[in-house]
């Protein structure tokens, strides 16, 4: 699917998995070169970044972070940077530029153009996708300060789940955005000899806005680190708990079992058996065995 957006002599093409006659379409009306015009119609499992004759071709992949949804760990966008147009394709719906799209019809409408070039246009979507990344992040803090109500609400061990699925989420987001940073420094002199010296300023722009999402992942994955060896050590600690009850236990009916097993013992001269109230006596000794060595345990402080 192919959507045109104009302001003034700037134009936008955002291509939704691109068919190949609308990429031939483009290449006859923008003059792209035929190997980007190629690598438009398939996704690419790397990020790239190059001139190609008078356009900037950059392909960078953006991480997801909702859980509980079907979707792939990282979302592609492929960018044409020309001095009069820009082109973006993507191979499925991506929400930040959804939203950036109906805020660039809305400012064409009343008259308020903000970008000269497809540069500027660039860097304003770059930088609303960040936005839109670090808001997301606001969302997994969120997750986190609910995981953390439920640890200490007795919960740990699904918690243990929960857990690992965050940290797979924030491995996939950095394993995404990593090659971000050295993206946009390799940009910097290709964009100054292709869109002009001025345009430095909105890469910086643009890099502020990624170190503040990086930041932010790095601070999440902080807390999730704080969180892990939090719940381990309350469950290792109910772990204890319960083995050290059930060894109590264990030593508790331990003289019990004896007891109950020398009586039981099919012997001709057996104490106490066959006399009156022989049972209850057996019964009666063995509580009185059992209190004391719960006595005895509580005494050292083991349960």
């Not at 979707?71 to 020309?82: A, K, L, M, N, T």
Request: some cysteine.
């Amino acid at each position: 699917m192919l959507t045109r957006y104009q302001e003034r002599d700037l134009t936008w093409i955002d291509l939704v998995a691109p068919t190949p006659g609308e990429v031939r379409d483009l290449m006859q009306e923008f003059d792209i070169e035929p190997k980007v015009a190629q690598e438009l119609l398939s996704t690419s499992y790397k990020s790239k970044m190059e001139r190609v004759g008078e356009t900037l071709y950059v392909i960078f992949h953006f991480p997801t972070l909702r859980l509980g949804l079907n979707r792939r760990p990282e979302q592609e966008v492929d960018f044409i940077i020309g001095k009069k147009f820009l082109i973006t394709t993507r191979y499925e719906n991506i929400d930040p530029l959804h939203s950036f799209a109906r805020a660039f019809e809305a400012r064409t409408l009343i008259g308020h153009p903000n970008h000269s070039h497809g540069g500027h246009l660039f860097a304003a979507m770059i930088g609303s996708i960040y936005r839109s990344l670090d808001s997301e992040c606001e969302l997994m803090h969120e997750r986190l300060e609910e995981i953390e109500a439920r640890i200490f609400k007795g919960d740990e061990r699904r918690m243990v789940f929960e857990l690992s699925a965050v940290a797979r989420v924030l491995y996939d987001f950095r394993r995404a955005i990593a090659p971000h940073k050295e993206m946009l420094s390799s940009m910097e002199p290709l964009a100054h000899r292709l869109l002009g010296p001025e345009y430095s300023y909105h890469l910086r722009e643009v890099e502020g806005a990624r170190a503040r999402v990086e930041r932010t992942v790095e601070s999440l994955r902080d807390s999730l680190s704080e969180l892990r060896a939090t719940n381990d050590s309350l469950l290792n600690t109910k772990q204890n708990e319960i083995m050290k009850t059930f060894t109590v236990l264990a030593f508790t009916f331990l003289p019990l079992s004896f007891i109950a097993g020398l009586f039981g013992m099919n012997t001709v001269n057996n104490p106490i058996a066959g006399s009156a109230y022989d049972f209850w006596i057996l019964v009666g000794g063995m509580c009185i065995i059992a209190l004391c060595c719960i006595g005895y345990f509580k005494h050292k402080d083991w349960i």
